[in-house]
């Protein structure tokens, strides 16, 4: 396959690489967010073969190669698309960004099992050439209602089971506003309309929160003319399990998760070939940079956690790693000064309270969402430092500069 090499963009996908500081990075975006366990090792195979082995699970449920020459790069292209894992153009894939629950169809507390639902709109948007105008990082989710929910991430336009109707949320400035419930049948209808209508109002802007108010309210008022009310409770549950969870009586699922979303090629092969011996049928992806496969009984669940554990995952949502959220930085990256992950690593050897964001600029590629104590590292003057944020975003105002080898001084100790 040709490949067509895009020095910037927003979104890298297979067909429309970006350039970073190891290279170009392509994004797979698995299928109903899960990949098959033949698939998850031929792509680690294609990860060191064409790449430099490391995949990063990226916070919108993606797997990225990294480290992809031009050369090398037609051959991962030829990879994913014999697993038919790519798209048939890049306008197509860039807008196939959903989200799905990562235990869909397992999970005990689950309303709908909602993956024909998100297979549906994954149609929707590849077949509506007027719906691939929508800008790279628009997206949307599709949460089952269960236990393990992704209904507080956010994403442009959110689909989630309530009862055995499917509830229609907005984002917002302020979260997702829920603006009404619809059948199961009628919701990727409304989802796509709902993304038409962002197209008719948006002007020049990415995301739906950033629509000036009025378009906003009008947006909502008229796909809510369209839905029946919501009653009760919508906040959303923030469990991520990791290790061994339970689904019911006799049926068990494994969580892991790799530190700051970083996993190596053999680390992808060697957990697929666990996972087939425990019993899964594929790997499911979670937006919080974690992996979930359902196991044949609690025995395979545990061995399966101890492997992972002996292959450097983490298997226990208590990890403190866990609470730092830290982009690639230097040197993989040419925006930053500062090596984040190294930082980020010291950093987790000490006792703070809160979650920490350590990015390695202001673009803060590893989190949108504001966080406890926020590290971003300089371009310019004083390289090496980071500024100092607390209780906000990477484009907050900072309260100080700190230079990286003293920037363990501002955590609480
Ligand atoms: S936040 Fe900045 S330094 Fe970090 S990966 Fe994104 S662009 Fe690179």
Known sequence: MAAAIEVKGWCPGILRPMQSGDGLIARVRPWGGAIGLTEAKLLADAAQRFGNGHIDLTRRANLQ???????SLNGLQDVVTTLGLVDRDARTEAVRNIMVAPLAGIDPG?????RPLARALESGLATDPALHDLPSKFGFLVDSGGSVSIAGERADIALRAVGQAIALGLDAQSGTMWIGRTSPDAAVKVALAAARAFLDVRRDR????????QDLVGLRS???ATLDGIDGDMSAT????LGVISLGINRFAVGVAAAFGRLEAHQLRNFATMAEEAGAADIRLAPWRSLYVEARDIVAARQLVESARDIGLIVEDTDPVLRIDA?????ACRSSSVDTRHDARRFAALVFKGNVHVSGCAKGCARSTPADLVLVGIQGGEQGSYKVIRNGTTRDTPERTIAAEDAGAVFDV
């Open 65 to 71: 190669i990294r480290g992809l020459g031009e050369a």
């Open 110 to 114: 689950e309303a709908v099992d909602v």
């Open 206 to 213: 990415r995301r739906l929160r950033d629509l000036d108010e």
């Open 222 to 224: 008229t796909l809510a």
């Open 238 to 241: 923030s469990d991520r399990p």
């Open 327 to 331: 982009c690639p930085g230097a040197p």
